[in-house]
């Protein structure tokens, strides 16, 4: 009951229901324990679940044509996600989740998640927000990576998100700020 | 008449509107005619506008940290976009919007587009939609660039959008694709 509690904290953070609306949405959201490295989407299967994580920690990541990793986004809780490419359109996912540690997150069927959205005002306000929010977060990335140093995008995430330089390795992290490993490491002893 | 009859026929493809809605959202539109490189938006600036693109062709770019021009989006003729990031957040903008031909294009208001997003849930399904179509094509952007060759990226583009590779400049299309020139050149000559 916690988890669920949690999250229609965080969904009252980005819009404003009405009555029984949103126990009507928490009730479609299911709860999934997944274990460290477990993989919860592989790279052309379709994303079917939206994912609330209430604690642990999840990510999304592509492999490059190098055959680097690429860390695209990394989910702590409380935080919500999901191959959202795959996901909107139902198509075959160029990402894979996986989960960093053991994680228990509450997930929500494509079904479900869009039936909401044509039945509940105030969800599809809140999916709206979500795509803003995903939309701003894409592009701010793609503006630290061609505009700040390594230094700069390492300094900006302690300030924005320390939880992940505290959680998450540095390996999976260098990936993430898209700097080499031992300039991460460098970073850090600093 | 003719570019808000056009600017309708782009807005019904993806929303359903009743009534005289659509005539309410359309006349919030004002026609705007730019002189080829006129820029419609600085660094730095707030986005106000959203456009429609009747006749010509904008674009939004970016300026690296080593001072090279980022060509992000193209909008030939019918098409719509602006600085999604900042128009969303209302916050100084990261991109520049330029002209690239002499274009004609319909511009609504910040105001006014939010404004009707609360009164009429057709233009919010259409806002919905627009920003799952950003989001998607921003990240299928990421993915071609870390997934695909110089060559290949240069025929997805012929295959999915061959305007841009006629009418656009080389030194433009090679920004966009995020090629040098001389690759372009060589592609092209092929």
Redesign the interface.
């Known amino acids: 009951m916690e988890a669920k509690n949690n999250l229609k904290q965080l969904i009252q953070m980005f819009s404003v229901f009405d009555g029984k609306d949103l126990d009507k949405v928490v009730d479609c959201f299911k709860t999934r324990l997944i274990k460290k490295n477990e993989i919860l989407l592989c790279e052309g299967d379709i994303a079917k679940e939206f994912y609330f994580i209430n604690s642990g920690c999840i990510r999304t990541y ?1 492999i ?2 190098q055959g680097h990793e ?1 860390t695209r986004y990394l989910m702590i809780e409380p935080s919500i996600g999901t191959a ?2 795959s996901f ?2 139902q198509k075959p996912s ?1 990402e894979f989740i996986d989960a960093l540690e053991n994680t228990e997150v509450l997930a929500i069927s494509y079904k479900d998640f869009y039936r909401l959205a044509d039945e509940i ?1 105030a969800w ?1 306000n809140f ?2 927000k979500i ?2 929010m ?3 977060f ?3 990335k ?2 630290s990576l ?4 390594a230094t700069e995008r390492y300094k900006q995430l302690i300030k924005e998100n320390p939880k992940i330089v505290q959680r998450v390795s540095n390996k999976i992290l260098a990936s993430y700020l898209d700097i080499k490993q031992e300039t991460l490491s460098r970073l850090k002893s600093k």
């Open positions: 592509f490059t044509k690429k959202l490419t909107i359109s160029f005002q599809k999916y709206l795509m803003e995903a939309y701003s894409q592009n701010r793609i503006e061609v505009t700040l140093s």
